[in-house]
């Protein structure tokens, strides 16, 4: 058996043409960030170093890793699919009309202003600007 530097290339994270253990994480880890890609490198160190270092609880510890990378997948598209809901299920008040808004008594229509959306308040804007040019 070759000596092995233990720092820049140990032999249990070599295969036996000489393929090394972070080149295979660099290449299968490229366009992930943050976490995940923490994960996933650890999930491909643990399967590929298991024989020749840790045995078993190389295993475990890449299963830990992949049930971590499981669930954060499972909540991401859970909350995707919660706020995809939420956008089709939620309709976008109906605007009120300047009609409406002379209606209401002081109080009312400043709680209507506060809550109002901008782009509804642009409107309404607008229109009060024409009907003051028309009058």
Known sequence: MKNHDMINHPAHYISKHGLEVIDVIEEF?????????????NIIKYVLRWNHKGGVEDLKKARFYLDKVIAMLERDAAVKDAAQDISENTTEPERPTIDDLMSLDDETFNEVMEVMPADHLNELHKEIKEEMTNA
């Open 29 to 41: 880890t490229e366009g992930l960030t943050g976490i995940i890609a923490v994960c996933i490198g």
